[in-house]
């Protein structure tokens, strides 16, 4: 039976410490806060309405719909190999999603930070990675009630939009080939429970991204090294503007900063974390699972655990489409090899060299797109100019040529 490894990683507290759930009243394990069921008209709303992406996203979606060649690339891996899915005994793996904020018109909203943490007892590790949710993925829907065509192929983030952490999880899983034992789905008003609970998290800060943050959610941040509370810690998560790969690894970050406060927690501080938490997170940890947990960390069994912040997709392995900042295509198996070592040290996936390359594919397509914007704005030559210096006019000035003299 597979050792089950109690970590505490940031909203998994909402579930770790419910021990005395008689006291709480509550059980997370049951709980959902969000409705777990099919939006309607999913045919129709799976890339449309259910990703809030912009007009000009939605047909950047329609053409990559057409392109087979990716389709076919994207939904061969994200099919095949799954019953070698990488999984050790000595690792346990969790799924934590935070949904976006906002009014949505569907059931349960884009999953806004999607993360996944791994705690390795052999390596004394704990790995936390922030994954892209706008990297495109295979998507597959033969097990839910949608009604869309199968296999599609979207963004990350819509798989929670239109099937709730049953279709997330199933994809994470699917196109990155690893198992996850659990997951934890909170929201921002979750997030911003933890900040307060924990009394602040720490996280570094420099004065472009607080006048962003200022600017974007009129939010003023602390001087560097105070740690972040609520609506604070919230909009450090949310900023877009300084770029995906900065907005990923701050998400890694204060998932490490909140995992390092929680090694730290006595009984009476989890215990008020879990109240703070039962009404905004459901997960599928059970009573044996938390009870667990509890005792270890109390003991301080992982106060000498390495927490190490990744993000993904690595450099070199994505694309954005076209001029599109939020969608971004990706070399899925050379991703999915770094998903693997990063939480488990070691991969199962050999990459060929000669293998046709997702990212490399759409970097041909958009050579040809861009040229054509450059030809299409490239200044115009007056034709009437030219003739001017050439032509018959041209020739009859000319002087005759030198052909040498006779006798």
């Known amino acids: 039976m597979k050792r089950i490894v109690p970590f505490i990683v940031f909203g998994i507290v909402a579930a770790i410490l419910i021990v005395s759930c008689g006291a709480v009243g509550v059980s997370l394990a049951n709980r959902t806060f969000v409705p777990e069921s099919a939006p309607e008209n999913a045919g129709t709303e799976f890339v449309g309405v259910v990703d809030s992406a912009a007009q000009l996203n939605a047909s950047y ?4 719909k057409n392109m087979k060649d990716l389709q076919d690339l994207v939904s061969v891996w994200g099919s095949s190999n799954n019953d070698a899915k990488m999984h050790l005994n000595t690792v346990s793996t969790y799924l934590i999603v935070v949904r976006e904020a906002g009014t949505v018109t569907t059931n349960y909203g884009n999953a806004d930070v999607i993360s996944l943490v791994s705690v390795n007892t052999d390596a004394k590790k704990v790995s936390v990675l922030a ?3 706008d990297s495109l993925v295979y998507i597959d829907l033969a097990d839910t009630k949608l009604t869309a065509e199968s296999p599609v192929y979207a963004k990350l983030n819509t798989a929670y939009a239109n099937g709730g952490i049953t279709l997330l999880e199933k994809t994470v899983e699917n196109n990155f080939k690893i198992e996850v034992d659990h997951y934890l789905v909170t929201d921002m008003d979750g997030v911003a429970a933890v900040a ?13 991204i607080k006048e962003m943050i200022t600017d974007d959610f009129n939010v003023i941040l602390p001087a560097n090294n105070t740690p972040l509370k609520g609506q604070q810690i919230v909009a450090f998560l949310r900023e877009k503007r300084d770029g995906t790969d900065s907005r990923l690894a701050r ?3 204060s998932l490490v900063s909140v995992i390092r406060s929680i090694q730290q927690l006595g009984f009476g501080e989890a215990f008020d974390l879990v109240k703070e938490l039962a009404a905004v997170a459901t997960t599928d940890l059970k009573g044996v699972e938390l009870v667990n947990v509890l005792r270890r960390t109390i003991l301080g069994a992982w106060n000498d655990y390495n927490v190490v912040a990744y993000t993904a997709p690595d450099e070199g392995s994505a694309v954005q489409y076209k001029d599109s900042a939020w969608i971004r295509i990706i070399d899925i198996p050379m991703v999915a090899q770094s998903v693997q070592d990063k939480m488990f040290n070691k991969t199962n996936i050999t990459l060929n060299d000669s293998r046709l390359s997702a990212v490399e594919l759409i970097k041909a397509v958009n ?5 054509e914007l450059e030809k299409q704005n490239a200044p115009v030559v007056d034709e009437s100019d030219t003739e001017n210096t050439t032509g018959e006019e041209t020739e009859n000035t000319e002087e005759p040529e030198d052909v040498g003299s006779v006798g």
């Open 251 to 253: 998400q890694a970050d």
């Open 196 to 208: 307060d609970a924990l009394g602040g998290v720490s996280v570094m800060l420099n004065e472009e």
């Open 367 to 371: 050579k040809l797109h861009f040229d």
């Open 61 to 64: 979606y329609d053409e990559i």
């Open 131 to 133: 994954l892209d949710p």
